[in-house]
C-alpha cells in the first residue's frame, strides 16, 4: 500500500512540475503608447492586466514594460482624454506591442488638469516633491495677454513662488532663481525668460510635458541646488501633415509638423514672434516731428523650436532637438542718442537610443547650448558695446537596466565643457582717436558619474538609492564632491502612502546679478579662486492619499534645507570687467523649511487643485574680507521669502464645447527695505541741508499682500472644412484690478509758501491693471 501511494505520488509529480515550471516562465511585454490620428507618444498612459493587478505607465518617451508570467491575458490600455482600449494576448515569449488610442468624443470634457500618471508618481513610486504639467493643460487656464506660459503656470503648484510681477524666475523651496536646472530635451538652458521675466522662452505648441523636481531628486540631475525643470519637445505627428497656431493680441505663433517617412520619423517646427515693435514704430514716426514728444522704445522676441527623429531599425532611433530665441530692446531719442540691449538662446541636441535586450537601454546626447546679452550705446560721436556670454558642450549617456522585477538600475555619466565670457567692453569715438578694449574669458570642465537603484522587495515597501560623484576645475583649481540620494515609499494601503526622501547638491557655476529681474546684469561665472562650490542638503517627508473613489488626491509634504556657501555681493561691487570678479563676492549660509498641502478633484465636470504653502527662507553672511558682511553679520529673509502662499484653480465643462476657468494667488508681501526716518546733513555752511535716510536692517519690512484672479473662457467652434479644429479663448488677468506692488519709492512733500521739504510720503508702483485678452487657436 505504501509502495503504491509513493508510485501514485511520483506520477502525480512528474505531471505536475513541467507546468509549474512553464508558470514560472516569465516574459516582458513592451512598446509605445501613441494618440491615434497623429502618432504623438502619450507620456503617462497606463497598460494594465486586471487579472494580475499588475500595470506599468509610458515614460517620459511614451515607453511601457511589463514583466508577466506566460499565459492568456486581457490588457487595457488608458490615458486621460483617450477611449480606454482592451486587447487579447497570448504571452508564450518576450513580445513588443503598440497601440494607439482614439481621443475621447468630448475632449473638454475629459481633460483633468493634473499631471499625467498621478497615481503612479504619488502612490506607487518612491518619487516625491514633483509635478507634471502638459500643454494641454496649461493652455485651459487663462493667461497675461493670452500667452499661454507653462513655467507660469507651475508658480500655481504648491512650494513654487515667483519674484513678483516683472521679475524672472522660479523661487523653489527657498532657493534662488539661478538655482534651478532647467533643461530641454536634456540641453541646458540658462535664461528661460523673454520679456524681462514675463514669459518664458518655452512655446507651449511645441512642448509635449514638464516635470517639476522640488526635492528627492533622481541621481542623474545634478548641478544646482533647489530644483530640476525637465521639458520634453513633443515629436511630431508620425501619420500627416498638420498645421496649427493661434493669433494673440501681443503675439501669433505656427506650428507644422508631419512625417519625414510614415512608420519611420517625424518633424515638427514651432514658431512664435511679438509685435511690439509694429506699433510702437508706427506711433514713433506719426510724432517724430514733435520735439515734445517722448519716443517709445521698441521691444520683440522670437523663438524658434524644431524637433525630429527617425527609427534606424528595430533597436534604434535618433532624436534631434533645436532652439533659437532672441530679445531685442531699442530706444532712439532722435537726438544723437540710441541705446540697444539684446540677449537669447540657442540650442542644439541630438539624443540616439539603443535597445540592445527587453531588460537594457542607453540613451546618449550630445549637445550645446549657448546665452549671451550684449548692450549697445551710442551718444553723438561715442559709442560702447558691453556683452556676457556662456557656451557649453555637453555629452551623457544613460543606462537603464532591469534585471528582474524586484530592481531597476540606472548608470550614467555626463561631461561639459564651460566656456564663460563674463565681461568684453568695446568702446570709441567717431574721429577714431579714442578707442578701448576688454575681453575677459574663462574656461571650465565639469564631470559626473552616477548610478542609483530602485529596489521592490514587497508590495508595501519600496526604496531607492544613488549616489552621484561631480567634479569641476577652472583656473588650475579643481573640486568636487559625492552626492547621495535616497528616497523610501511604504504603502498603508491601496489609496495611502507614506514617503521619505534625503539629496545633497552641489552647484559650479554661480549667477552673478544684482538685480531680481532679467536686465543686462547677468553674468554665469565658475568655481574659481576664492568661489567655491554653493552646497545644499534638503530632506522631505509626506504622506499622499486618494478619497473619493480616487476622484480626489490630498498630498501633505514637510521640507527642511539647508545650504553653504551662499553668494552675495559686497556693498558697491564692480560686477562689469572685472578681472578680479572673485574678489567681489561674499559668502554665507541659508535656510529654508516648510509645509505644503495640496488638494486636487481629479474626475468629473469641475475639476481643479488647490495649494497653501507655509514657509520660511532666510540667509547669513558674516564679516569678512574687511565689510561686515550683510546685515552686520546678522540673519536675514532674502526679497523672495513668503510666509504663506495660497493658490486655487478651478476648470469647469459647462458644455461639450464651452469650459471655464479661473485661477486665485495670494501671497504674504515681498520682504523689502525701508528707511525708519531721515537726519538733516549740511556739508558746506550756507548751502541748503539734505535729508539723508536711515536703515534699519535688511528686509525687515513687508509690502502688501499680493493676490490676483484671472478668468478664461475657451469656445470650441464648429468644425468647418478648413479648420476642423479650432478655438477662441477668452481671458481676464487680474479680473478685479488689484494694484499689486512692484516696488515703493518716497516723494518729498513740500511747504506750498516756502517749498521747503517738510515730509516724505511713500508711493506704490504698480505693473498690471486688469487686462482682457483674445486668442484664436487653430489647427488642421
Not at 536675514?636 to 464645447?657: C, G, K, M, Q, W
Request: charged fraction near 20%; charge should be positive.
Amino acid at each position: 500500500m505504501n509502495l503504491r501511494f509513493a508510485f501514485g505520488l511520483f506520477l502525480l509529480a512528474c505531471l505536475l512540475l513541467p507546468a509549474a515550471a512553464f508558470a514560472q516562465v516569465r516574459y516582458t511585454l513592451g512598446g509605445l503608447v501613441k494618440a491615434a490620428g497623429t502618432g504623438e507618444t502619450l507620456p503617462g498612459a497606463t497598460v494594465a492586466v486586471p487579472a494580475l493587478g499588475l500595470g506599468a505607465t509610458a515614460d517620459e518617451t511614451g515607453a511601457y514594460r511589463l514583466e508577466l508570467p506566460a499565459g492568456r491575458y486581457q490588457l487595457v490600455v488608458s490615458f486621460i482624454g483617450y477611449q480606454p482600449l482592451s486587447r487579447d494576448l497570448n504571452l508564450t515569449r518576450d513580445q513588443r506591442q503598440s497601440f494607439q488610442l482614439l481621443a475621447a468624443g468630448n475632449e473638454l470634457g475629459e481633460v483633468i488638469v493634473q499631471g499625467s500618471g498621478t497615481l503612479q508618481q504619488k502612490l506607487q513610486t518612491t518619487q516625491m516633491s514633483v509635478e507634471r504639467l502638459t500643454a494641454k493643460e496649461a493652455k485651459l487656464l487663462p493667461a497675461l495677454f493670452g500667452e499661454v506660459d507653462i513655467l507660469k503656470t507651475l508658480q500655481l503648484k504648491p512650494g513654487v513662488q515667483n519674484g513678483g510681477e516683472g521679475t524672472s524666475g522660479l523661487f523653489v523651496r527657498g532657493g534662488s532663481a539661478d538655482q534651478n536646472l532647467v533643461l530641454l530635451d536634456d540641453a541646458l538652458v540658462y535664461n528661460p525668460s523673454h520679456l524681462f521675466g514675463l514669459f518664458s522662452v518655452f512655446n507651449p505648441d511645441a512642448v509635449q510635458s514638464v516635470d517639476l523636481y522640488k526635492g528627492g531628486f533622481p541621481a542623474q540631475y545634478g548641478g544646482r541646488l533647489s530644483s530640476v525643470v525637465d521639458v520634453k519637445l513633443r515629436p511630431g505627428n508620425s501619420d500627416k501633415i498638420g498645421v496649427s497656431g493661434g493669433l494673440g493680441l501681443i503675439s501669433s505663433r505656427l506650428t507644422v509638423e508631419g512625417p519625414i517617412k510614415k512608420g519611420k520619423g517625424a518633424f515638427l517646427v514651432a514658431g512664435r514672434r511679438t509685435y511690439f515693435d509694429v506699433f510702437t514704430r508706427q506711433i514713433n514716426n506719426l510724432n517724430k516731428d514733435d520735439p515734445d514728444f517722448n519716443p517709445i522704445p521698441d521691444y520683440y522676441f522670437y523663438d524658434f523650436n524644431a524637433k525630429a527623429n527617425y527609427k534606424l531599425g528595430a533597436k534604434d532611433e535618433l532624436f534631434l532637438s533645436g532652439y533659437l530665441g532672441n530679445d531685442a530692446f531699442s530706444f532712439g531719442s532722435g537726438q544723437g542718442f540710441n541705446f540697444d540691449f539684446n540677449w537669447g538662446n540657442r540650442v542644439a541636441a541630438l539624443r540616439w537610443s539603443h535597445q540592445f535586450n527587453s531588460r537594457l537601454f542607453l540613451n546618449t546626447t550630445a549637445s550645446y547650448t549657448g546665452y549671451k546679452y550684449e548692450i549697445s550705446n551710442k551718444l553723438d560721436q561715442f559709442s560702447f558695446n558691453l556683452a556676457s556670454d556662456i557656451q557649453d558642450l555637453n555629452l551623457r549617456s544613460d543606462l537603464d537596466y532591469r534585471p528582474n522585477e524586484q530592481h531597476t538600475l540606472k548608470v550614467g555619466l555626463t561631461a561639459t565643457a564651460h566656456r564663460f565670457g563674463t565681461g568684453r567692453l568695446r568702446a570709441g569715438s567717431g574721429d577714431g582717436r579714442l578707442n578701448l578694449g576688454s575681453d575677459i574669458r574663462y574656461l571650465g570642465q565639469e564631470g559626473a558619474v552616477y548610478v542609483s537603484d530602485v529596489y521592490n522587495p514587497s508590495e508595501k515597501w519600496q526604496f531607492e538609492a544613488g549616489l552621484r560623484a561631480s567634479g569641476f576645475q577652472s583656473g588650475g583649481q579643481r573640486y568636487g564632491g559625492l552626492e547621495p540620494r535616497a528616497a523610501a515609499r511604504y504603502a498603508v494601503s491601496p489609496t495611502v502612502s507614506v514617503k521619505g526622501s534625503y539629496a545633497l547638491m552641489y552647484q559650479y557655476v554661480h549667477l552673478v546679478t544684482n538685480s531680481g529681474a532679467s536686465l543686462p546684469t547677468d553674468i554665469w561665472y565658475p568655481s574659481r579662486g576664492s568661489v567655491r562650490p554653493q552646497r545644499s542638503q534638503q530632506v522631505a517627508g509626506g504622506v499622499s492619499w486618494l478619497l473619493g473613489d480616487g476622484r480626489y488626491l490630498i498630498t501633505n509634504e514637510v521640507y527642511y534645507k539647508w545650504a553653504q556657501r551662499q553668494i552675495d555681493f559686497k556693498d558697491g561691487a564692480q560686477l562689469f570687467v572685472n578681472p578680479d570678479l572673485d574678489s567681489e563676492f561674499l559668502f554665507g549660509k541659508g535656510w529654508a523649511y516648510g509645509n505644503e498641502i495640496y488638494l486636487e478633484k481629479k474626475q468629473g465636470r469641475t475639476t481643479g487643485w488647490l495649494g497653501y504653502t507655509l514657509a520660511w527662507t532666510k540667509r547669513r553672511f558674516p564679516p569678512q574680507r574687511g565689510t561686515s558682511g550683510i546685515n552686520n553679520g546678522n540673519t536675514f529673509y532674502p526679497s523672495y521669502d513668503r510666509r504663506h502662499n495660497l493658490t486655487a484653480v478651478v476648470i469647469h465643462n459647462l458644455s461639450e464645447r464651452v469650459k471655464l476657468s479661473g485661477s486665485f494667488v495670494f501671497s504674504s508681501g515681498q520682504a523689502t527695505t525701508l528707511p525708519l526716518g531721515r537726519f538733516g546733513f549740511q556739508d558746506v555752511y550756507g548751502s541748503e541741508a539734505s535729508a539723508v535716510p536711515i536703515y534699519p536692517q535688511r528686509n525687515t519690512y513687508r509690502l502688501a499682500p499680493y493676490n490676483r484672479l484671472d478668468l478664461g473662457v475657451v469656445w470650441q467652434m464648429k468644425p468647418t472644412r478648413w479648420f476642423p479644429e479650432s478655438d477662441l479663448t477668452f481671458s481676464m488677468y487680474n479680473a478685479y484690478n488689484r494694484r499689486n506692488p512692484y516696488f515703493v519709492y518716497f516723494d518729498q512733500v513740500k511747504d506750498e509758501q516756502t517749498e521747503q521739504v517738510t515730509s516724505f510720503r511713500a508711493r506704490q508702483v504698480s505693473l498690471f491693471p486688469v487686462i482682457p485678452s483674445v486668442t484664436y487657436n487653430f489647427k488642421f
